[in-house]
């Protein structure tokens, strides 16, 4: 017998407790933060790091699924921007995450987590398509779902993907992974002075053009209820803290700034 939120093929290893805030969540992971600090591609040790970060997480029994984004090997906008049609580069850059879902799940599967990488293109021969009820019974059966392939739409970005995978699965949140431990009014690296918000409301990040996801992800989530935590993938054990409702993070939601 299966039991809800964990692995059928590993039953017994999930500990779940009562104090987890979030029970099925969607952790958004952008290209850049696989790089670590290469200009591009892939760093290994910076993708091990995220795996080990997602295989504590699964031992709580949380229910969680990935949306990864291609920019550490491809944007297609920039593309664009060198002269390749705009289609053409959108699809490029979705093939970019393919692979980086590739990578996650094979560090991951080295470390006993079960995953799926499903992709809104269907390529079978690499990873399985995208059905949504089968994606709800992989996370059911406690394996880690990635999303790969973007919506499958040319002009829509991965954190459009994220807000519409998280709404599709009923996850509890977005969780989004940066190289920052919040949301800021302005990039902290190079401004000393941003201003960092504990809580903000989705139309302040609308309105004030927060760099927290882009306005269609923004409102999707708005429109579904569904808080979008941005917090800092570098620091060792902070995942596990956002889901315990612990550490240095920001909240966007329906209530606003304070």
């Known amino acids: 017998m299966t039991v809800k939120g964990m692995s059928d093929e590993k039953a017994g290893t999930s500990t779940r407790g009562p104090s987890l805030k979030y029970k099925r969540v969607l952790l958004k992971i952008s290209g ?20 080990e970060e997602i295989s ?7 229910e969680l699924c990935l949306v990864v984004g291609g920019g550490n090997i491809y944007r297609g906008i920039e593309g664009s921007a060198d002269g390749v049609a705009r289609t053409t580069a959108d699809y490029m850059g979705m093939l970019a995450t393919v692979m980086n879902a590739l990578a996650l799940q094979g560090a991951l599967e080295s470390m006993g987590v079960f995953t799926r990488v499903a992709s ?11 059905i949504w009820r089968r994606a709800v019974r992989h996370l059911e059966k406690g394996r880690v779902c990635i999303f790969a392939a973007g919506t499958g ?5 991965t954190d459009t ?3 519409l995978r998280a709404s599709e699965m009923a996850c509890d949140a977005i969780l989004k992974g940066t190289q920052v431990d919040g949301v800021y ?17 989705y139309d302040e990040v609308l309105q004030k053009n927060l760099k927290v996801m882009d306005a269609s992800a923004v409102a999707l989530a708005r429109d579904n209820g569904l808080p979008i935590v941005v917090f800092s993938l570098k620091e060792s054990g902070g995942l596990a803290g956002i889901l315990r409702g612990e550490g240095r993070f920001s909240v966007v939601g329906r209530s606003g700034s304070r």
């Open 153 to 157: 739409n040319p002009y829509f970005t």
């Open 185 to 201: 009014d302005k990039d902290p690296k190079t401004h000393p002075d941003a201003r960092r918000f504990d809580h903000v409301s």
């Open 56 to 62: 504590t997480v699964r031992l709580l029994g949380v």
């Open 120 to 130: 809104a293109i269907p390529m079978d021969e690499v990873c399985e398509p995208y």
């Open 161 to 163: 993907a994220a807000a």
């Open 32 to 51: 850049e933060s696989l790089m670590g600090e290469l200009g591009f591609g892939l760093h290994p040790p910076m993708v091990r790091h995220i795996a």
